[in-house]
């Protein structure tokens, strides 16, 4: 299958451009044909033998939106008379650079499906940009129910909620969710004597439990919080340590606040590496967090981190929202904090002390299990490739 994918993302900064990249790799490996058509902010990334066409756009606030969808809909065109795809996928951003094809669809039959591809809603909404923001992710939400083939969402949750506000057919609503690579992620690949040298490079010893999180850094994913449930609980689980490794506009506040707290050097918060140094961060942890409030963003979402502690054979201490139950539930590797409330997260952080290193490790080891069955990009990859099979027997048959 042809496909081509345009996504509005500035593929050197993107915290979640595995998401894209070992996605695509994966449909290629199944023997699709993927191009993907993006920009980037300052440097042009490798993108290591993918098909990347890097669309122009004025890198200025209110000027990137519009010239980056004239060069997705200029490059669409030019896609659809000379490579003549099978599929064409496209975000909220980018929507309306398919309507002179979607209205030939109703003149004549197009061999093209037409996929919108929805990873997140709209967050941390406010003033003006964000109403801005909100009525176009609506609009093309509204646009895409009437001419697009199909729609692909992240999450069984994120479906129903979408459905019930849009009115979207379910039957023309595919999930795919975010996975990992099993190969990059695989806890047999960090020798042990690395992680050990990494572990005291951070200051962490090796009496302590280790709970990491790694990925964006901001004021609304329950960072603060964990630190201070940590600090709730420096006494009765002395030999916990938090470590938190990444970038955004948290950071500082999170060091400064670990420094106002007792608990000196049992918080680290260090800066983010490349993504493809991040296995051997995980493999020093025992256990990973994700205290996501229960913010309608985050109960939508798929977190990849979590699949990558999980395929790192790392239990997990999460907040109990959609996102996490629908991964977790009945596994034996999630301990649910009932909220992002430090209080709940204490309570966790105490649970998984008295387990110790030696259970954590034990019971880690399904969700390695599950990541392989379920979690694994090449699984993302079959959903979506007999999503736009099916999409294209659909209009057969229509």
């Known amino acids: 299958m042809r496909i081509v994918w345009i996504i509005k993302k500035y593929l050197d900064t993107a915290v979640d451009r595995a998401a894209r ?11 699709d044909r993927v191009t993907l058509a993006t920009t980037y902010k300052s440097v042009k990334p490798d993108v290591d033998g993918l098909d990347v066409v890097f669309l122009p756009s004025i ?6 939106h519009i010239t980056f969808v004239l060069s997705a809909f200029v490059y669409l065109c030019y896609a659809m008379i000379v490579e003549r795809p099978d599929a064409v996928i496209t975000d909220p951003n980018t929507a309306f650079v398919a309507f002179p094809f979607n209205l030939l669809a109703r003149l004549r039959p197009l061999r093209t499906r037409f996929v919108l591809d929805v990873r997140t809603v709209p967050v941390e909404l406010s003033g003006l940009a964000g109403r801005v923001s909100q009525s ?9 129910r009437y001419f697009f083939d199909g729609i692909t969402v992240i999450t069984p949750f994120m479906m129903k909620v979408l459905a019930d506000r849009f009115g979207l057919d379910e039957k023309r609503v595919g999930i795919w969710t975010s996975g990992c690579s099993t190969e990059q992620f695989d806890p047999q690949a960090v020798e042990a004597q690395e992680a050990e040298s990494l572990r005291k490079s951070l200051g962490l010893d090796e009496r302590q439990v280790v709970i990491a999180y790694h990925g964006a850094l901001s004021f609304n994913r329950g960072l603060r919080e964990a630190i201070q449930a940590l600090d709730m609980v420096k006494e009765a689980c002395d ?12 950071q500082e506040a999170l060091r400064q606040m670990a420094g106002t707290t007792e608990l000196g050097a049992r918080v680290v918060v260090a800066d983010a590496v490349d993504h493809g140094e991040m296995p051997k961060y995980v493999a020093i942890s025992d256990v990973g967090i994700l205290p996501f409030p229960s913010l309608m963003w985050w109960r939508v979402s798929s977190p990849i981190k979590l699949m990558e ?4 054979s790392k239990p997990v201490i999460v907040t109990d929202i959609e996102a996490h139950r629908d991964v977790l539930d009945g596994t034996g590797c999630g301990f649910f904090a009932g909220s992002a409330d430090p209080a709940d997260i204490a309570s966790q952080i105490r649970h998984v002390c008295a387990l110790g290193r030696a259970r954590l490790k034990e019971l880690g080891g399904s969700g390695r299990r599950l990541v392989e069955e379920e979690y694994s990009w090449d699984k993302q990859a079959e959903k979506l490739d ?13």
């Not at 990249?21 to 023997?31: C, D, F, H, K, W």
């Not at 890198?59 to 990137?64: D, R, T």
């Open 59 to 64: 890198k200025v606030k209110g000027l990137n």
């Open 136 to 144: 176009l992710f609506d609009l093309a939400l509204v646009y895409a």
């Open 239 to 250: 030999n916990a340590a938090l470590f938190i490794i990444g970038r955004g506009p948290a």
């Open 21 to 31: 990249t070992e996605m695509i790799r994966s449909l290629e490996a199944r023997g």
């Open 309 to 312: 502690y999980l395929a790192m």
């Open 386 to 398: 007999a999503f736009l099979h099916g999409l294209g027997m659909a209009r057969d048959e229509r």
